[in-house]
Nanobody
Framework: EVQLVESGGGLVQAGGSLRLSCAASGLPFDDYAIGWFRQAPGKEREGVSCISTSDGRTYIADSVKGRFTISSDNAKNTVYLQMNSLKPEDTAVYYC?????????????????WGQGTQVTVSS
């Protein structure tokens, strides 16, 4: 059974930092990607970043470029999202998702498995 467990969310002041973790288990593929998405109240789910664990290729949304960094520790089957210079508009539930052979990394339908989400709240 595939499981994705996010952690690291919380309440932080604007300008602060958080590091989210996504621990994966029961991996069904040898070649896969982990994406981070977020969804704020009343808004559509947005692709934030993605990493291919086979070749390390990364993708980042323009809205967070220069502030967020994705990385992975393949030995631990864990992907991280380092979030710096946080803004109130970054407030959302953040989800990690697992997929394989992605065509469009920021589209949620490309992913087969999802975590339960972790809340990130940035106060002004």
């Amino acid at each position: 059974e595939v499981q994705l467990v996010e952690s690291g969310g919380g309440l932080v002041q604007a300008g602060g930092s958080l590091r989210l973790s996504c621990a994966a288990s029961g991996l069904p593929f040898d070649d896969y990607a982990i994406g981070w998405f977020r969804q704020a109240p009343g808004k559509e789910r947005e692709g934030v970043s993605c990493i291919s664990t086979s070749d390390g290729r990364t993708y980042i949304a323009d809205s967070v470029k220069g502030r967020f960094t994705i990385s992975s520790d393949n030995a631990k089957n864990t992907v991280y999202l380092q979030m710096n210079s946080l803004k109130p508009e970054d407030t959302a539930v953040y989800y990690c998702a697992l997929g394989s052979h992605l065509n469009i990394w920021y589209m949620d339908y490309e992913y087969d498995y999802w975590g339960q989400g972790t809340q990130v709240t940035v106060s002004s």
